[in-house]
T-cell receptor, first 117, second 113 residues
Framework: ETGVTQTPRHLVMGMTNKKSLKCEQH?????MYWYKQSAKKPLELMFV???????ENNSVPSRFSPECPNSSHLFLHLHTLQPEDSALYLC????????????????FGEGSRLTVL | QKEVEQNSGPLSVPEGAIASLNCTYS??????FFWYRQYSGKSPELIMS????GDKEDGRFTAQLNKASQYVSLLIRDSQPSDSATYLC?????????????FGRGTSLIVHP
């Protein structure tokens, strides 16, 4: 138990569906992240929020839409996805993004395994 | 483009041996370095962090950092089958006033009995 909870753990959707991934952290952290993990590839940073303000958008297609209503919750809204978007989507949190020492100490959720048909 | 390079492996070592995992990075001004362990089907978990040149030991794990060579390594002594996992190297660099870690693709370690 890392203190970061993701739901759903598994999701199968068609290319025309709209779905959302949810992440909640109970660690009192100020920064939250979405990463994509595909087979044989490094973790790909998608979005970063610090104090619920988006600080990074790593050239992510608009079919992925993040939402951060507060520092404890993070959503990833999905619509008109492609089969190549099938991957493990990991949410993480850290104390903040302005201190070099602690920022890399990420706490990950268990991930949401997405399959796009 | 900041890059973190790791040999994808697999690295196979016998039980009880020392496993040596290596990582190089491209951003010379990187300031902090992390090793994560990821078991198959699970999410990454932080096992070591190191911020200054030299060695840092924690139980069976030793992280080594050489900023001049832009090289960080992880040694696992007395390797156990339960250490079999993918080990991810992460490097923290400043970007516009904030620090966002960049991950390598990971090295798969297999410890056989």
């Amino acid at each position: 138990e890392t203190g970061v909870t993701q739901t759903p753990r598994h999701l199968v959707m068609g290319m025309t569906n709209k779905k959302s991934l949810k992440c909640e952290q109970h660690l009192g952290h100020n920064a939250m992240y979405w990463y994509k993990q595909s087979a044989k590839k490094p973790l790909e940073l998608m979005f970063v929020y610090n104090f619920k303000e988006q600080t990074e958008n790593n050239s992510v297609p608009s079919r992925f839409s993040p939402e951060c209503p507060n520092s404890s919750h993070l959503f990833l809204h999905l619509h008109t996805l492609q089969p190549e978007d099938s991957a493990l989507y990991l949410c993480a949190s850290s104390q903040d993004i302005v201190l070099a020492d602690t920022t890399g100490e990420l706490f990950f959720g268990e991930g949401s395994r997405l399959t796009v048909l | 483009q900041k890059e973190v390079e790791q040999n994808s492996g697999p690295l196979s070592v016998p039980e009880g041996a020392i496993a040596s995992l290596n990582c190089t990075y491209s951003d010379r001004v990187s300031q902090s370095f992390f090793w994560y362990r990821q078991y198959s089907g699970k999410s990454p978990e932080l096992i070591m962090s190191i911020y200054s040149n030299g060695d840092k030991e924690d139980g069976r794990f030793t992280a080594q950092l050489n900023k001049a060579s832009q090289y960080v390594s992880l040694l696992i002594r007395d390797s156990q089958p339960s250490d079999s996992a993918t080990y991810l190297c992460a490097v923290n660099s400043a970007s516009g006033g904030s620090y966002i870690p960049t991950f390598g693709r990971g090295t798969s370690l297999i410890v056989h009995p």
